[in-house]
Each structure stands twice: as structure tokens, then as C-alpha cells.
């Protein structure tokens, strides 16, 4: 007879032990940050990211153009707050299809310095060029700079389309955060 009494019971902590662990779960999920606020500079445009109105991450896009006019190096760089980490970024790039020279090619230069983390370097079916790195180690301890260089033909692109989207932690790991956003950068 004790054992109709001990299977409910154990069915029942069961299901309570399994709602608590959904419940951790969920306080342990990425905090979005707020949408970014956007100031351009001159060749540069900066993507501040806060949180309870304090600035937590900030990504800079800067641009020039060559001399000839068919090369644009750019770079992104992302700093954020003093006590975070930047574990994970994916940027991604495209010219417009309006534009008068859409088929336009992006080069990433290797980074150098500490030996970097794996790079994931692609072109997806719309023309977009996607850069991601899953896991920046130490090299997300600091502000990561990452240099490209737009090619194109005859004519350069009025404008390029960034996608921005970073993973950054608490140095002691108990806070996770999430931020992405889009800008078109005029060139």
C-alpha cells in the first residue's frame, strides 16, 4: 500500500525539481541591451549599447577610401565597459541592390597580435559577407578591432549595410548580455 502513496510523491517532486531548474534557467538567460544609439563622425559611426543608462558597449565602424576610389578599407571595432568580456561577435555586410555596383567584395585582414580564435569568414545566398567568432578567449578582454577592405568596380556603393551582433558577460561569468543592431554606414 506505501508504494501508491511513494510513486505520486515521487512524481510530484519530480515535476517540482524539473520547474525549478526551468526557473534557473531563465535567470541565467542573456539580458538584450537596449537598442543602440547611433552618432556619426565624420568617416566613423558609433553604436552605443546601455544598459539602466549606463554605456556597456560601444561599436565603431570608421572608413576611408583609396586613392583610386575602388578600395575602402574599414574596421570595426567594439569596446565595452571596464569588469565585462566580449565572448562572441558576427558582423555582416552587404552593399544594396539599388546601388550602382552591388556585387562588391569584402576582404577581411588577418588579425595579428595574440594568436586570434577561429574565425569563420562566408557569403550567405543574398550576397551578404558574415564574419563570426563563437569564442574570443582573452582576446574578448579588450576592445577587438577587426580591418576589412571593401573592393569594387568602376563605381563605388553610396552606402554599406552593417549587422552588428555581440555576446559579452560579467568578468565573474553571473551576467549575460545581448546586443545587436543595424546601420547603414554612407560611404
Partial sequence: MRRR?????????TAALSGCGRFAATASDPLTL????????????HLSFRRDGDRLLV?????????????HPFRVSAWHAEGTTLDRVRYRFATLPGDPDHASEV???APGGREFP??????????R???????LGSQGRGTLTTE????TSDRP???LAVDVEFELSDADGERAYEAADSVLVEL
Fill in 34 to 45: 537596449s537598442s543602440a544609439e547611433t552618432e556619426v563622425e565624420d568617416d566613423e559611426t
Fill in 59 to 71: 561599436a565603431s565602424i570608421r572608413h576611408d577610401v583609396d586613392d583610386d576610389g575602388r578600395f
Fill in 118 to 127: 577561429e574565425m569563420r569568414f562566408r557569403t550567405d545566398r543574398s550576397g
Fill in 129 to 135: 559577407t558574415i564574419v563570426e567568432v563563437d569564442d
Fill in 107 to 109: 576582404y577581411l585582414n
Fill in 157 to 159: 556603393p553610396r552606402e
Fill in 5 to 13: 502513496q511513494f510513486l505520486p510523491a515521487v512524481a510530484l517532486g
Fill in 148 to 151: 576589412f577592405v571593401l573592393q
